[in-house]
């Protein structure tokens, strides 16, 4: 099929060989056979090519590939740790950095069931089974630990069953818990409706996460080789959104802080909202988050505005279409187009990746894509904390990449 394909080249720009060459270089799959046939033809149609295209050639050809593959490779997280240097039960990856992020929000249970239908007010049906499942801010640390960062959780966990529950789900990653459990009270609940099309309704009873107070916050200390990830849902809460504003003044201006809006940004009063924009470094929306966060229905018109809003620099999440990056210039960072399995968690995945690559040092590009990935290699698989490590994304090879080797 090489050979057809060197004609269609050739005959594609009749009067430009040049340009023919370089479209049949860069077309991917078997480009370089498809290339030299290419080329070949068109030397033998029009004579030789002009001395500044064989000069560019030759400097291609002198490339050290080997030196490109190295700087590459350089780029990769470090590999796993050895056998052995895991807590037992954990499914972390070991890394070099030490620089933790620092969760500020809430880790709740999700009570899960499918219906057929929502009932009508008054009325009754028959669910599904009901699955209790660690949820809430526990996917976005079970993420990051997974990815290898240690990760703080600084918010309140109950001292009932849904309390264990998040803690044995926190703690078999290696989780820490700023705080012990408030006594007396137990960890709030989400029950989760899902009816046969996939939509999900949710009705939450709140528990001892949000209770937060001031002092409880004092406890954490967050020093600039941390990413602070602060979650919309510690703003809807009066005590909690109380807590958050008087310690967040008090975070030392060269520590990142990250704000993940959530769903229920709307329903935080605007001048809070206001003032946790002023400080966070970045904002990591998804687009409907990002338009009633800046009432623009463009989503690079909205990352462009977030950023203003915050210190410049935003980012805003658009599934497989990868996202926008804000500084306040706007670009897009594609994602790898795979076969979605279960789209839950794809953004908790992605507010983890991104925060661990910039707490590793990388630039917001890297990060950006780096996060992409993460997100995209998530929802190839079924349930919400199914973040990859460190190891398997470096190792994993989208079906999309695949297919141009």
């Known amino acids: 099929e090489s050979v057809p394909a060197a004609f269609a080249f050739a005959l594609a720009r009749p009067d430009d060989p040049w340009l023919a060459l370089r479209l049949a270089a860069s077309a991917g799959g078997d480009t370089d056979t498809v290339a030299a046939m290419a080329g070949a033809i068109l030397g033998a149609v ?3 090519f002009a001395q500044e295209a064989v000069a560019q050639v030759e400097r291609v050809n002198g490339i050290d590939l080997a030196a490109a593959a190295r700087g590459l490779l350089a780029l990769r ?5 050895p056998a052995g240097s895991r807590a037992t039960g954990s499914t972390t990856t070991a890394r070099t950095t030490t620089g933790r992020l620092v969760y500020v929000g809430q880790g709740v249970v999700d009570l899960v069931t499918q219906v057929p239908f929502l009932p009508q007010p008054g009325g009754d049906l028959l669910a599904g089974p009901l699955r209790a499942l660690a949820g809430g801010g526990v996917n976005v640390m079970i993420a990051a630990a997974r990815l290898g960062r240690p990760v703080l959780y600084a ?3 109950g001292s009932g069953p849904h309390g264990d529950l998040v803690r044995a789900a926190l703690g078999g990653h290696g989780v820490r818990m700023a705080l012990p459990a408030s006594p007396g009270r137990d960890t709030g609940t989400v029950l989760v409706l899902v009816t046969p099309d996939g939509e999900r309704t949710f009705v939450t009873s709140p528990g001892a996460e949000a209770d937060l107070t001031a002092a409880d916050l004092e406890r954490v200390r967050p020093t600039p ?10 703003l809807v809460h009066p005590s909690n959104r109380a807590a958050v504003l008087t310690w ?8 990142t802080v990250l704000l ?3 769903p229920l940004i709307g329903q935080v009063p605007p001048d809070v909202v206001r003032t946790v924009l002023a400080r966070a470094d970045w904002v990591s929306a998804n687009e409907a988050e990002a338009r009633v966060l800046t009432g623009r229905d463009d989503p690079a018109e909205a990352a ?6 915050a210190r410049g620099r935003a980012l805003v999440r658009r599934g497989a279409a990868g996202c926008l990056l804000a500084e306040p210039s706007v670009q897009v960072v594609p994602a790898p187009q795979v076969d979605a399995v279960d789209l839950t968690g794809a953004g908790d995945t992605h507010t983890a990746a991104f925060a661990d690559a910039l707490a590793s040092g990388s630039d917001p590009w890297t990060a950006a894509l780096r996060a992409n990935r993460a997100a995209a290699w998530s929802v190839t698989r079924p349930g919400p904390a199914t973040g990859p490590t460190a190891a398997e994304l470096a190792d994993w090879v989208p079906p999309s990449s695949a297919s141009q080797i």
Do not use: F, K, Q
């Open 248 to 255: 967040l003044p008090g975070v030392a201006g060269d520590v």
């Open 304 to 309: 462009g505005a977030l950023a203003v809003l």
């Open 260 to 262: 993940d809006p959530g």
């Open 225 to 234: 080789a941390d990413v602070v990830v602060l979650s919309g849902y510690a």
């Open 77 to 81: 997280p470090p590999p796993a740790a």
């Open 155 to 157: 918010g309140r966990h």
């Open 46 to 48: 029009h004579g030789p």
